[in-house]
Structures are given as C-alpha cells and as structure tokens.
C-alpha cells in the first residue's frame, strides 16, 4: 500500500528563516510526486512536479528535491505570505489515484 | 475562463438527509475526483472516475454515492448512511495521459456541517 508521511506537521518560521519541510513516501513504482499549497478554506493549488530521484525544480522562494525514499521542499528566507498548509502526494505505476500525506501547516511571522 | 466549480461553498445537513455536492469542469479532462479533508488531516478519497459512465470507489466510499453522465459533471450525494459527513469536500480534475502523472486541478471546495 502507497504511504506518504510529512514532517513536521506544524512548522513556525521568523521571516527570513530558511528550512526544510520533509514528505517521506513508499509506492510501487514512483509515476509522480506532488507538490501543492493549500490556503485555509480553499483548494490545493500546484506547485510541482517530480519524477526522478535527482531531480530538481524552484519557484520563487521555493525548491523541491526528490531521492528515492523523500522529497524536500526547501523555503528560503521566506515571506508572511508563505504561510500556508503544504501538502505531498504520490502515483504509483498503476496509475491509481494520488496518494496524499497529512500536509505541513506553516507559519511566517513577521 | 477554465476551472472546475464546486457549489454550494457551504452547505447543512440535517438528521436523515441526504445532500448533493456539484462539482463542474470546463477543463476537458477525463478524470474526476472527490476526496474528504477534515482537520489537520490529508485527502482522503471517496471515489473516482476516469471515464463517462464508469466510476470506482476510494478509501472512504461508505455513505456516499455518485454519478458520472456527463464528463463535465461529476456530482457527489452524501447519504443518511454517512454517520460523519462534517468536512472539506474536494473535487478534482485531471487529464488522462499515457504515464499517470498527470497533476490534479482542484475546486475551491465546499463545507459540509451537520445541523
């Protein structure tokens, strides 16, 4: 069964203060994994995709990371308006469903 | 201007009814999806369906029922038999390509509380 763990679940950030968010997975045969930002009471919106252990994508103050076993979304000096609920997910090969974590809640604090 | 349109945004059930969710897309897209978020939790899926007329159950399928007539309309009835249906209802999109990893385009959702 596809698994996918974040850590931490609630993360408090000064503005400025770069940090990692962590998203843990186990799947039979990674087709994908996902990257979204969820503001309180709205959908998920996307923010990347990765494929391949290695890989590597930014946007603006962001950047995921992926290697066979976890993928990273690293926040540098990060802005008030960062904070939101971050969420994981996965495809497997069978191309079922995505598979979602528990998200991270961050905050930024000016 | 392309999208995927949940209504009502918020929506009361009372004891022993059953209650319609609409999800609509002009997006084009094969797939649709409904998952369930409740506080401090992930999405969790309710049911799914990649093709007209043909639909599957997710992880929670249990007290909700659906249909898929139209491939722009993929609404979702949370039945009496749902003991729990206070949460976040989450409908998506996607596109349906030959790897499967096609990114998920979601609704703004809506809001389910018991009266």
């Known amino acids: 069964e596809d698994q996918v763990t974040q850590s931490p679940e609630a993360l408090r950030l000064q503005e400025g203060e770069s940090s990692s968010l962590n998203c843990s997975y186990t799947v039979s045969g990674l087709r994908g994994l996902f990257w979204y930002r969820q503001d309180p009471g709205k959908g998920p919106e996307f923010l990347f995709t990765l494929y391949s252990a290695g890989e590597e994508k930014e946007k603006e103050r962001l950047k995921a990371t992926l290697t066979k076993k976890e993928s990273f979304l690293h926040i540098t000096a990060p802005k008030p308006e960062d904070s939101a609920t971050y969420l994981c997910?996965?495809?497997?090969?069978?191309?079922?469903?995505?598979?979602f974590g528990k998200g991270t809640r961050l905050s930024v604090i000016a | 201007d392309g999208g995927i349109t949940q209504s009502p945004k918020y929506l009361f059930r009372k004891e022993g009814q059953n209650v319609t969710l609409s999800c609509e897309q002009n997006l084009n897209h094969d797939a649709m999806y409904w998952y369930r978020q409740d506080p401090g939790q992930g999405l969790r899926l309710i049911y799914y369906s990649q093709i007209v007329n043909d639909f599957q159950k997710g992880d929670i399928a249990e007290g909700y029922s659906v249909s898929r007539e139209k491939k722009e309309s993929f609404p979702l009835t949370v039945t009496s038999a749902q003991k729990n249906p206070t949460a976040f209802y989450l409908c998506?999109?996607?596109?349906?390509?030959?790897?499967?990893?096609?990114?998920?385009?979601f609704g703004s959702g809506t809001q389910l509380s018991v009266l």
């Open positions: 997910a996965v495809r497997n090969s069978g191309n079922t469903p995505l598979v």
């Open positions: 998506a999109s996607s596109p349906r390509g030959r790897g499967g990893s096609e990114k998920l385009f």
